[in-house]
């Protein structure tokens, strides 16, 4: 058998390649399609099967433009709803292809349609080699269950329960388990970085697994989950109908500087890619910095959401092709245009540049021994309980478009996340918003504590 994983790091996605005897099988593809074709097309396989583990909100899926490309039929949950061309499957429904096969089990809980994939291959046909788990089992986590309109998170927690120890459980303790997403995912809470695992070791390291109790596993499922971006609910209806063919969207129209002005006196989005330092030493006042370098797309989507309609800052035409791509793997496709000329164009029309002053982790030390000076740490939660600087006001980013944090505008404030890509987009955000007094902490909470310097550990309170 022939099987190969697809990561996708900007959101943290994977995707699969299997096929036998020429027949191959893609499951959860994403949004681009052509590195599907071009694998096979290198092995001489022909793609007759798209299986979708569940209707993805994260990400808007590629199975419609890679079934209309290439002949293959698309099978995905019962419970799905699906507006497509598909095979609606069930429990049990096994698909053949060459001399190996999936076995579908319904394992309800991330939503009602999930399915995992238990596959037997050819070099032992009688017992199952690996599983494909979608979103239901991660490596150290599951998959969250606040993400239907049709049952509440708990009932979907209670599912979950059922689904995990009933069915993927039930599997020997040496399936290799390949999960739809890894680290850095907002389909889970705390999944670890690796990209395969099996049962065994999921069975005796996988948190959720070693919650004992239905009613317990519940609780802790659905207690401080992680907030969950409008654009999710979006990406699964888009899923659910299917995505058209990314040739379809129109040529980005070039924007001069006179008129990116006059957009932003209309309040128009101005998303600047370009790296966090760069912006940081001169950018478009009032721009959002989401810099190509990390978890882009979803942000963006978080952040922005999906009709915002930016306008795109960069330096280079490859710039603005791999953050129309990005975009585009996450829905976001009504962008106004680019600034022509990116920052040059606009210094080249007269206009101001606005600056964000940085900080290192030993002058802010200093200057919070002097006073004056406020500490905002926007990362999520267990990263602020593991430790953070004392005295720190919590406000994770992720929470941003749902309320502004309280500050002192008299004082100024350092900003800080992890290592410096969070903070960058909370301090554009919050200079967008009329914050003038903001500082980025360089190197986030990892520089502070490489220099030395302490954290506290406790619970934290809403800024």
């Given at each position: 058998?022939?099987?190969?994983?697809?990561?996708?790091?900007?959101?943290?996605?994977?995707?699969?390649?299997?096929?036998?005897?020429g027949e191959a099988v893609v499951v959860d593809p994403q949004r681009d399609v052509d590195l599907y074709l071009k694998a096979a097309d290198e092995h001489g396989?022909k793609i007759r099967h798209i299986v979708e583990t569940h209707l993805h909100a994260d990400f808007v899926s590629g199975h419609s433009e890679l079934a209309a490309?290439?002949?293959?039929?698309?099978?995905?949950?019962?419970?799905?709803?699906?507006?497509?061309?598909?095979?609606?499957?069930?429990?049990?429904?096994?698909?053949?292809?060459?001399?190996?096969?999936?076995?579908?089990?319904?394992?309800?809980?991330?939503?009602?349609?999930?399915?995992?994939?238990?596959?037997?291959?050819?070099?032992?046909?009688?017992?199952?080699?690996?599983?494909?788990?979608?979103?239901?089992?991660?490596?150290?986590?599951?998959?969250?269950?606040?993400?239907?309109?049709?049952?509440?998170?708990?009932?979907?927690?209670?599912?979950?329960?059922?689904?995990?120890?009933?069915?993927?459980?039930?599997?020997?303790?040496?399936?290799?388990?390949?999960?739809?997403?890894?680290?850095?995912?907002?389909?889970?809470?705390?999944?670890?970085?690796?990209?395969?695992?099996?049962?065994?070791?999921?069975?005796?390291?996988?948190?959720?697994?070693?919650?004992?109790?239905?009613?317990?596993?519940?609780?802790?499922?659905?207690?401080?989950?992680?907030?969950?971006?409008?654009?999710?609910?979006?990406?699964?209806?888009?899923?659910?109908?299917?995505?058209?063919?990314?040739?379809?969207?129109?040529?980005?129209?070039?924007?001069?500087?006179?008129?990116?002005?006059?957009?932003?006196?209309?309040?128009?989005?101005?998303?600047?890619?370009?790296?966090?330092?760069?912006?940081?030493?001169?950018?478009?006042?009032?721009?959002?910095?989401?810099?190509?370098?990390?978890?882009?797309?979803?942000?963006?989507?978080?952040?922005?959401?999906?009709?915002?309609?930016?306008?795109?800052?960069?330096?280079?035409?490859?710039?603005?092709?791999?953050?129309?791509?990005?975009?585009?793997?996450?829905?976001?496709?009504?962008?106004?245009?680019?600034?022509?000329?990116?920052?040059?164009?606009?210094?080249?029309?007269?206009?101001?540049?606005?600056?964000?002053?940085?900080?290192?982790?030993?002058?802010?030390?200093?200057?919070?021994?002097?006073?004056?000076?406020?500490?905002?740490?926007?990362?999520?939660?267990?990263?602020?309980?593991?430790?953070?600087?004392?005295?720190?006001?919590?406000?994770?980013?992720?929470?941003?478009?749902?309320?502004?944090?309280?500050?002192?505008?008299?004082?100024?404030?350092?900003?800080?996340?992890?290592?410096?890509?969070?903070?960058?987009?909370?301090?554009?955000?919050?200079?967008?918003?009329?914050?003038?007094?903001?500082?980025?902490?360089?190197?986030?909470?990892?520089?502070?504590?490489?220099?030395?310097?302490?954290?506290?550990?406790?619970?934290?309170?809403?800024?």
């Amino acid at each position: 058998m022939y099987f190969e994983q697809f990561y996708l790091g900007c959101l943290a996605h994977a995707s699969y390649l299997l096929a036998s005897e020429g027949e191959a099988v893609v499951v959860d593809p994403q949004r681009d399609v052509d590195l599907y074709l071009k694998a096979a097309d290198e092995h001489g396989l022909k793609i007759r099967h798209i299986v979708e583990t569940h209707l993805h909100a994260d990400f808007v899926s590629g199975h419609s433009e890679l079934a209309a490309r290439t002949g293959a039929q698309i099978y995905i949950g019962a419970q799905a709803g699906a507006q497509f061309p598909h095979v609606a499957v069930t429990d049990g429904f096994e698909l053949n292809f060459g001399k190996c096969k999936l076995k579908v089990l319904e394992t309800s809980g991330h939503t009602p349609e999930s399915i995992c994939l238990v596959v037997f291959s050819d070099d032992k046909p009688g017992s199952p080699w690996a599983v494909l788990t979608g979103d239901t089992l991660f490596l150290g986590d599951v998959g969250r269950p606040d993400l239907s309109h049709t049952h509440t998170p708990r009932q979907l927690a209670a599912m979950l329960y059922d689904s995990l120890h009933s069915k993927l459980m039930s599997l020997p303790d040496e399936v290799l388990v390949y999960p739809a997403h890894g680290a850095g995912s907002l389909c889970g809470r705390n999944m670890r970085a690796e990209r395969s695992s099996t049962i065994g070791t999921e069975r005796l390291t996988n948190y959720a697994l070693q919650i004992a109790g239905k009613e317990k596993f519940v609780h802790e499922l659905t207690s401080n989950l992680p907030a969950r971006p409008e654009y999710f609910s979006q990406d699964a209806e888009i899923n659910r109908q299917g995505a058209p063919a990314l040739a379809a969207l129109p040529e980005l129209p070039a924007i001069s500087a006179v008129e990116l002005r006059r957009l932003l006196d209309e309040d128009v989005i101005a998303l600047d890619v370009r790296p966090n330092d760069q912006f940081a030493a001169g950018h478009v006042p009032g721009s959002v910095n989401i810099a190509l370098s990390g978890q882009f797309a979803s942000w963006a989507g978080a952040m922005l959401g999906l009709s915002s309609q930016p306008v795109l800052i960069a330096d280079t035409d490859e710039q603005i092709s791999e953050a129309r791509m990005r975009l585009a793997r996450i829905g976001l496709e009504g962008e106004r245009g680019y600034l022509m000329d990116g920052v040059k164009g606009w210094l080249a029309a007269g206009f101001e540049m606005a600056q964000l002053p940085q900080i290192t982790p030993h002058e802010l030390s200093e200057r919070l021994q002097q006073g004056g000076i406020d500490v905002l740490d926007v990362r999520r939660e267990p990263e602020f309980v593991a430790g953070h600087i004392e005295g720190a006001n919590w406000w994770p980013l992720d929470r941003f478009k749902l309320a502004p944090p309280e500050i002192d505008l008299s004082r100024a404030l350092a900003v800080h996340c992890k290592s410096g890509y969070r903070s960058m987009i909370a301090c554009s955000l919050l200079e967008r918003a009329g914050f003038r007094n903001l500082i980025n902490l360089r190197g986030g909470l990892d520089g502070w504590q490489q220099a030395g310097l302490p954290v506290e550990v406790e619970k934290p309170v809403l800024a």
